[in-house]
């Protein structure tokens, strides 16, 4: 085996978008890189999984070091074949983005990109997904550069802790207005319900899905207020969802 | 304004499914109830949001203090256009299941019952998801009724605390041996990914998704152990996503 470390890239903007790409292109320097991505857009298919019909690889590229796929399924799809099928071993990193919009607060709810890091922490993989707070395709990926190179670097060189992966989420604005990397917190926020409701040409009413951020708190610590104020947030994720806090509480009604 | 309370009822495994009708049943005496339910299954889809396609809304039927919708979207996107479109306010309370196979330890993560959940706390709804350990469609419902009505009653007399809501599982025994109710917090655990290989007649490869679920802890005080010695378990959920014991530790590289 190789002592370049094996690194599965993936992401829920699809396997052309250009934020993957951007990553493709920094991380390739580091390992052998296996990319395995979702053929179209999967933006906000969270951590959806396909079981009621079958998947499909299609195998794009092959260089020296590197290996593409896209594959019809969801994010958390992707790496579970990179895992089983392609690679046939766990990788020793997974990062998943750079993905157009901003996963902080909330947002990681929703989040392919982010989903594809929890399976790979679940499966005790050190990964880290990287958001640029731009929904934009035609996005400017280009200060990103040091900032994930940086991250990756000290993710490759220390690990993560058993359990714990990173949702990295970077400002939209020139490099030289970027202020650092601050470790946060999330934040609180959620995004309000709102619908178009229209008709269509046989008079039956449909809905496309709109939204609103509204924000529910705005401490200091949290990769919201970062991202704000032309930070890189680094915030450490589990995927334990149990409310410790609210459990005295709750103990003496069940 | 009645004073009997606005309940909302969804689920993933669609309309039509027993789970839903037999939660339907339980809960109708206790207030007035809106079902907004997927128009067909759609478990694993996770916290999936509909934004790449207009979402349609079928009414079904409007008795006294009832009234039953289908969509066809995803269990987020049921409630979202429950709040905004067929309610046009925020309900007292949610329900959602009783969905056909557990939800305990990490299957809340791909769980489109448990996402209508978290949507429910998140918009600050007291919200609880329930769920029955077997995945047959033909499973006996029977037995978790005195379960599920107690636990209703209890949130819709005393609430829930801000930002958090309930996961419910329940045991697929006969209600003699259920041992009662329990407060837990989430096992941990992890599917391991696993698919069948197969050729169609073209000669293409497809993949089936199917998986082994590997429990990595079995204290006593988690869902699964609860689950497994035929208790009903009552875990607290919340959405931070934040590793609080990790950030010591990440703090000196970040």
Redesign the interface.
């Known amino acids: 085996m190789s002592k370049k470390p094996l690194i599965l890239i993936t992401n829920d903007d699809g396997v052309k978008a250009p934020g993957i790409r951007a990553l493709i292109s920094y991380i390739r320097p580091f390992g052998t890189v296996v990319v395995v991505a979702p053929d179209r857009?999967q933006?906000?298919?969270?951590?959806?999984?396909?079981?009621?019909h079958?998947?499909?690889?299609e195998h794009i590229s092959n260089e020296t070091d590197y290996e593409e796929y896209s594959c019809n399924g969801t994010p958390?799809?992707c790496?579970?074949?990179a895992?089983?099928?392609v690679m046939r071993r766990r990788p020793d990193f997974l990062f998943s983005g750079i993905n157009h919009g901003t996963n902080a607060s909330?947002n990681?709810?929703?989040s392919g990109t982010m989903?594809a890091v929890?399976e790979g922490a679940?499966?005790g993989v050190p990964s880290v997904g990287f958001s640029l707070n731009s929904y934009s395709l035609n996005a400017d990926f280009g200060p990103s550069e040091q900032f994930v190179k940086s991250?990756v670097t000290?993710v490759i060189s220390?690990g993560l802790?058993q359990?714990?992966c990173l949702?990295v989420n970077i400002p939209d604005v020139s490099v030289e207005k970027i202020m650092g990397?601050?470790?946060c917190?999330?934040a609180?926020g959620?995004?309000?319900?709102?619908?178009d409701?229209?008709e269509d040409p046989n008079g039956?009413?449909?809905?496309?899905?709109k939204?609103v951020y509204v924000q529910t708190g705005n401490a200091k610590d949290t990769d919201q207020w970062a991202l704000e104020h032309n930070f890189v947030s680094?915030?450490?994720?589990?995927?334990?969802?149990?409310?410790?806090?609210?459990?005295e509480?709750?103990?003496k009604?069940?």
Chains 1, 2 share one sequence.
């Open positions: 857009p933006s906000g298919t969270a951590h959806a999984v396909t079981i009621a079958p998947l499909r690889l958390a799809d790496v579970k074949l895992f089983k099928i909330i990681i709810v929703y989903a929890l679940l499966a991250i000290n220390e802790p359990g714990v949702n990397i601050t470790l917190r999330q609180a959620t995004w309000q319900e709102d619908f409701e229209r039956r009413k449909y809905y496309w899905m939204g680094v915030v450490p994720v589990q995927f334990d969802l149990t409310a410790n806090g609210a459990m509480l709750l103990r009604r069940f």
